[in-house]
């Protein structure tokens, strides 16, 4: 596959009091209002950096979580709104429990039974919440989850039609409490060590944006809030990538893991601007990708993991027309190796559409396609590399004692929870010798410790491996980070989805969008003399180290140590 390099957020000139849109995955873990990993937004930091530090406005947005959102608006009326958005702002996080507190006995009696789990109850209610006040109901409401609140609460007031007694219930036009973002304008701010404002709803905000001062950092609300983001209707992308696009100057994306999404504040904003670019994480991704897959260095190496063939057949049909040699592990090795006649026993095998093949077997979709991509390996010259043995366990957990076998067959009562020792050492040795390796997906139930010596060989090898290493995302980034040796991988990609349709070898929309790299520009000329000038030059440059002078073409024109056709060879050089 070609994939173009992408122009970066350093392209962008001036940026001092422009506006900026900046495109981010703050798509993180929230609970309770808490975020649980920041490392998505700490990602993103050095693009929104360098924008402050030069004076630029910007204008950050994201999604987070999957709101069910609604309609666009008229914006004439959008100030309804926003002064609805921002009560709820205003009264979040408080009364939950408060508002429990003053409800009769027998209202709280009704809200504790919605609950499903009984066992969770404190033991002296024997399973049903009491009526009568100081046996702890309050005590017990108080402590479930937030959510769990809500939806028992939401319960209460749609039974009592009640729906203005309780502001946490209100659906203020699409305004999620579990998904918005004003947790992570808090953050940001303190990782960036200034104020972050923040804009409670992303298409109303023109006032709050046009307040802006150089250096100033602006969070809008959850894109996803509207339908709009990920509508399939082109134009409806486009009515509300227009608002957006009218709060900036320029248009920069550095949310890599929703690239393969065709989103109004992923394509559409460029569209309208007409111009974007790449923040630093997304050019390191681009950049990666591209030297990985567009001209790798040989021989190149890709390594197959997971359970489902079915979720990585566009993968393997892509890489086996690319690299050289093709490792397959986790449970969808099970399938390759059921389908070339090893006993796979209890172990985990994908199961497709039962039918009878053209010599009365029978058989499934799934393992055709494992057959079928084998021959294909065949056929292409391509080195496709199955499990010799396994470490093995009759049930699907822990264990001090597990079995390894002593080849590809599985005992009928165990089943394979990792690659064994000769297969380690035959996938280690295939690594070493590749310049390019690609990794997606492990070879085991690696966050069990027993089965994990698999998959942590294989992250082993790619960090002692010179040449250029990829792990695309997922399980497998996870893997390398419990092992230890991802800081010794080239690159780690942020994107699952992504980085997978990257290796399906699909273009995705959120690349495909930004503004390309100007093709440099290849020397061809048939002129001697000036091939042969320039020899010359790189001869008389080696004499002329030891000058002081800050230029060199002014020395070399007024030493007359050269023709002019030696200056005009520099120049060339130069421009190249």
Not at 99 to 117: P, T
Not at 215 to 221: K, R, Y
Not at 287 to 295: C, E, G, P, R
Not at 414 to 439: F, Q, S
Request: hydrophobic residues 40%.
């Amino acid at each position: 596959m070609s994939l173009q390099l992408k122009k970066g957020v350093d392209s962008l000139w001036p940026i001092k009091s422009k506006k900026v849109l900046v495109r981010v995955d703050f798509n993180v873990p929230i609970k309770n209002g808490e975020i649980q990993n920041d490392y998505r937004i700490r990602s993103a930091l050095p693009t929104i950096r360098k924008i402050v530090d030069q004076g630029g406005i910007c204008v950050v947005m994201s999604h987070l979580g999957r709101p069910s959102g609604v309609q666009m608006k008229d914006h004439t009326k959008g100030h309804i709104h926003e002064n609805r958005v921002r009560t709820w702002v205003a009264e979040k996080g408080r009364g939950k429990a408060a508002f429990f507190a003053v409800l009769s006995s027998e209202d709280k009696v009704w809200i504790l039974e919605q609950i499903a789990d009984k066992k969770a109850f404190p033991a002296k209610w024997k399973g049903t919440p009491p009526l009568g006040e100081g046996n702890g109901k309050t005590h017990f409401f108080a402590g479930l989850p937030e959510k769990q609140k809500t939806d028992l609460l939401d319960k209460w007031t749609a039974k009592n039609k009640k729906e203005n007694d309780f502001v946490f219930l209100r659906k203020y036009n699409g305004y999620e409490e579990e998904n918005t973002l004003e947790p992570v304008a808090a953050r940001l701010g303190e990782l960036l060590g200034k104020k972050v404002e923040f804009a409670p709803d992303c298409l109303d905000c023109s006032q709050q944006v046009s307040s802006l001062k150089p250096g100033d950092v602006l969070l809008l609300e959850n894109v996803r809030f509207y339908k709009e983001e990920n509508s399939k209707k082109e134009d409806e992308r486009l009515k509300m990538a227009s608002v957006l696009a009218s709060y900036g100057d320029y248009f920069v994306c550095d949310a890599f893991g929703t690239a393969h999404r065709d989103a109004a504040s992923i394509t559409g904003i460029p569209k309208i601007l007409g111009h974007g670019v790449a923040g630093y994480l997304m050019k390191k991704e681009t950049d990666s990708f591209a030297k990985a897959l567009t001209n790798p260095q040989r021989p190149m190496c890709a390594i197959v993991g997971g359970s489902k063939v079915s979720d990585k057949i566009k993968v393997l049909e892509n890489l086996v027309t690319q690299v050289n040699t093709l490792l397959i592990g986790g449970a969808m090795a099970y399938v390759f190796l059921k389908a070339k006649g090893f006993s796979i026993g209890k172990s985990y095998c994908e199961k497709g559409q039962s039918f009878t093949d053209k010599y009365g077997e029978q058989t499934d979709t799934i393992l055709e396609m494992a057959k079928a991509l084998m021959a294909k390996a065949e056929e292409c010259g391509v080195e496709l590399l199955l499990p010799k043995d396994h470490v093995a366990h009759t049930e699907f957990k822990a264990t001090d004692k597990p079995l390894t076998t002593e080849g590809e067959s599985i005992p009928e009562t165990h089943m394979a929870l990792d690659i064994g020792p000769k297969t380690r050492e035959l996938y280690c040795n295939a690594i070493a010798k590749c310049k390019t390796v690609v990794w997606n997906g492990p070879m085991g139930v690696f966050e069990i410790p027993t089965f994990a010596q698999g998959t942590f060989d294989v992250a082993k090898s790619l960090a002692e491996n010179s040449g250029m290493t990829i792990i695309g995302g997922g399980d497998s980034a996870s893997a390398a980070e419990m092992s230890g040796y991802a800081t010794q991988i080239t690159h780690i990609s942020t994107g699952g989805g992504a980085s997978l349709e990257l290796l399906e070898g699909k273009q995705l929309p959120g690349i495909a969008a930004l503004d390309n790299m100007p093709k440099e520009k290849a020397v061809t000329t048939s002129d001697a003399t000036l091939i042969d000038a320039i020899k010359e030059l790189k001869k008389e440059i080696s004499e002329l180290k030891a000058s002081s002078s800050s230029s060199l073409v002014n020395q070399i024109m007024v030493q007359g140590v050269v023709s002019a056709a030696v200056v005009a060879g520099f120049m060339l050089l130069k421009k190249c």
